[in-house]
């Protein structure tokens, strides 16, 4: 069965540095989002991102946050200079194709920032 | 500074019975609502979802039930297992593809 993939699995970085976390959604699929997971809390939306550009993004997802797709692959989540209320689990997740709008999420990077 | 967790409501069963939880979602306007099963450390599964042309839909061993005008939902799973232990979320979609979602409860089965 298809899959989400994510790397790394676990990311520790000092706080003010950069992150770049890396996603390869399922093949066939066009939209492809990022959500994250505070310890303990709820899932959030970060972004969407469809047809090579941001289709919608959340509060959380500042200037601090930017998304790539690099090439026909891979989909990446850069934090410019990370703060310690960063530290969260960090899903991708993906959808479309020719489904119907059932994301599919990865098992996610937990992102420590000390 | 620390974040403090919510705390899940928690749903005890026994091995073999129905179990139903529940689920309060706050935008009328949703069209698509999906029900996903988080076990520990791993990402959202999908289980079921329903859209709002629908009041129920049947999958393997579950039930989604959807009341528009009280704004619920509600996943009925058959004959639990302790294999379903895990936290369980309902989800909107809310406008394009974003999607919100809910609290979380947490189903414990006991052998």
């Known amino acids: 069965e298809p899959e989400v993939t994510q790397t790394p699995s676990h990311q520790v970085t000092q706080m003010g540095q950069e992150v770049i976390l890396r996603c390869v959604p399922i093949?066939?699929?066009?939209?492809f989002y990022w959500y994250r997971q505070i310890l303990g809390q709820k899932v959030e939306f970060l972004v969407s991102?469809?047809?090579?550009?941001?289709?919608?993004k959340s509060e959380i997802f500042d200037d601090q946050f930017s998304v790539e797709r690099p090439d026909g692959s891979n989909f990446t989540l850069k934090i410019r200079s990370t703060k310690l209320e960063d530290s969260a689990m960090y899903f991708c997740?993906?959808?479309?194709?020719?489904?119907?709008?059932?994301?599919?999420f990865g098992p996610g990077t937990r992102l420590t920032v000390l | 500074g620390e974040s403090v967790g919510l705390h899940l409501p928690t749903l005890s069963v026994q091995e073999g019975d129905n179990s139903i939880i529940n689920c309060a979602y706050s935008?009328?306007?949703?069209?698509?609502f999906i029900w996903y099963k988080q076990e520990s450390g791993k990402g959202p599964q999908f289980i079921i979802d329903?859209?709002?042309?629908?009041d129920k839909r049947q999958g393997q061993r579950v039930t989604v039930l959807l009341n528009k005008t009280v704004k619920h939902l509600s996943l009925q799973i058959a004959a639990t297992q302790p294999g379903d232990s895990a936290v369980y979320f309902c989800?909107?979609?809310?406008?394009?593809?974003?999607?919100?979602f809910g609290t979380g409860t947490r189903l414990l089965v006991s052998p």
């Open positions: 997740a993906s959808s479309g194709g020719w489904g119907g709008d059932e994301q599919v």
């Open positions: 093949s066939n699929h066009l939209y």
């Open positions: 991102f469809y047809n090579n550009e941001i289709s919608e």
């Open positions: 935008n009328s306007a949703s069209d698509y």
């Open positions: 329903i859209r709002s042309n629908m």
């Open positions: 989800a909107e979609k809310v406008g394009f593809q974003k999607l919100v």
